[in-house]
C-alpha cells in the first residue's frame, strides 16, 4: 500500500520509483520488527521497544546491503530476463551465508562467556547467575543515563566479565570461608578487579573493558578500591556496573537474610548517592517511573535464575559476612 500511494507499479509494468521502493522497505522493515517485538515481550518479558531496538541493531546492516540488492535482481528481472537476474542471486546467496556465519560466531562467544561466568561462579553457590543480573541491570542502567547501541553492550559485556578475576585459585577457600574475612584476606580480595583487568586485557576484542572492569569497586568519594580513584575520574561503564553490582547485592537473598524490598533498596542507593554511587546516575535511576521498570527488570532477572540461593545449606560465605558488617551495598 505504501509502495503504490508513492506511484510504484508492479516491476513487470515500469521500473520501480526508488523513494516508493525505499518508503516500501522501510515501513516492512519496521512493521515487521515490531511485531515480532510486541510478541517476543508479551512472551518472555521486558519492553517492547527495548526488544525492537535490539533486533534493528543486530540486522541493520544485513538489509541496508540485502534490500538494494532486492531491487537490482527486480530491475535485471525485468530489463535482461531471469538468465541475467540470476547473477544477482550470487551476491545475495552469499551476503545471507555471510550473516549466518556471522551470527553464529557471535553466539558461540556469547557462550562461551556465559559458560566461563557459570565456571567462576560454581565455586561461590550464592552468587549463582549475578553476573548474568548484573549484565541485565547494567544494560537497562546504561540506557537510563543516554548510553545506547554498541556503547551499551560493551557495557553489558563488561558487566558480564565484571567478577573474572575471581577464576584464581586464591579466591576459591575465601569466597566459601564461614566468618569474617581477616584483614589479609580483605586484601586479597581487592585484587579481584585488577587480576580480572589483566585476564580481560589478554583478549584483543575486550582491551575497551578493562578500565571498567578494574574499576568496578571505585567509590564515587574516592574510598573505593583498588586504586581509589574518584568522581569523574571513575570510568562512566564502571559506574554503571558497580550500581547495577550493588542492586543484586541487596536484591538477592542471602542465607542469613532475604533479599530486601525495591523500598530499601531504592533507599539505601539514595543514601549512598554521592558516597559510593555517581549522583546524577543515582538521580536519573530513581525516579518515580524508571525505578518502576528497574523493579521489573529486577523481578524478570531472579525469574530467570530461582536456583541462586538455597538457604538449606545455612553458610554465611565470608565475602557476605563482611559485607553485612560493613554496609547493606557493598557488593564484592
Same mark, same amino acid.
Given at each position: ?111 562461551? #562467556?556465559?559458560?566461563? +561466568?557459570? /565456571?567462576?561462579?560454581?565455586?561461590? $553457590? *550464592?552468587?549463582? %547467575?549475578? @553476573?548474568?543480573? =548484573?549484565? &541485565? ?105 558497580? #550500581?547495577?553490582?550493588? +542492586?543484586? /547485592?541487596?536484591?538477592?537473598?542471602? $542465607? *542469613?537474610?532475604? %533479599?530486601? @524490598?525495591?523500598? =530499601?533498596? &531504592? ?66
Amino acid at each position: 500500500a505504501t509502495y503504490r500511494a508513492l506511484g510504484g507499479s508492479t516491476i513487470l509494468e515500469a521500473r520501480p520509483p526508488i523513494p516508493a521502493f525505499i518508503a516500501m522497505v522501510a515501513c516492512f522493515f519496521v512493521v515487521n520488527k515490531l511485531a515480532v517485538s510486541i510478541v517476543v515481550a508479551a512472551d518472555v518479558g521486558g519492553s517492547a521497544r527495548r526488544h525492537f531496538l535490539n533486533s534493528m541493531r543486530s540486522t541493520v546492516a544485513y538489509d541496508v546491503f540485502a534490500f538494494p540488492l532486492i531491487l537490482l535482481f527486480s530491475v535485471a528481472y525485468r530489463e535482461f530476463g531471469p538468465q541475467w537476474s540470476a547473477a544477482f542471486a550470487i551476491p545475495m546467496l552469499g551476503l545471507r551465508q555471510l550473516y549466518k556465519q556471522n551470527f553464529a560466531l557471535q553466539k558461540i562467544n556469547e557462550e562461551l #562467556l556465559q559458560l566461563m +561466568v557459570a /565456571a567462576i561462579e560454581a565455586r561461590d $553457590p *550464592y552468587t549463582s %547467575g549475578h @553476573s548474568q543480573r =548484573v549484565q &541485565r541491570y547494567a544494560r537497562f542502567i546504561a540506557g537510563v543515563i543516554g548510553i545506547t547501541g554498541k556503547s551499551a553492550e560493551r557495557i553489558a559485556t563488561a558487566a558480564l566479565l565484571h567478577d573474572v578475576g575471581k577464576i584464581h585459585e586464591e579466591f576459591a577457600p575465601i569466597l566459601r570461608k564461614p566468618g569474617r574475612l581477616t584483614d589479609e584476606e580483605f586484601s586479597v580480595m581487592k585484587t579481584h578487579p585488577d587480576k580480572g583487568a589483566a585476564l580481560v586485557g589478554k583478549v584483543t576484542h575486550f582491551l575497551d573493558l578493562v578500565p571498567a572492569i578494574q574499576s568496578h569497586h571505585e567509590g564515587w568519594d574516592g574510598r573505593g578500591y583498588p586504586r581509589r580513584i574518584s568522581g569523574e575520574n571513575i570510568p562512566t561503564a564502571a559506574r554503571v556496573i558497580a #550500581l547495577a553490582d550493588t +542492586v543484586d /547485592a541487596m536484591c538477592s537473598s542471602r $542465607p *542469613y537474610r532475604k %533479599g530486601l @524490598s525495591p523500598e =530499601v533498596v &531504592r533507599a539505601e542507593i539514595e543514601k549512598q548517592s554521592g558516597r559510593q554511587f555517581d549522583p546524577k546516575m543515582c538521580s536519573l535511576l530513581l525516579q518515580e517511573e524508571t525505578w518502576r521498570q528497574m523493579v521489573v527488570e529486577i523481578a524478570m532477572a531472579h525469574a530467570e535464575h530461582p536456583e541462586a540461593v538455597d538457604p538449606s545449606l545455612g553458610i554465611i560465605t565470608a565475602r557476605e559476612t563482611n559485607e553485612a558488617g560493613e554496609t547493606l551495598v557493598s557488593a564484592a
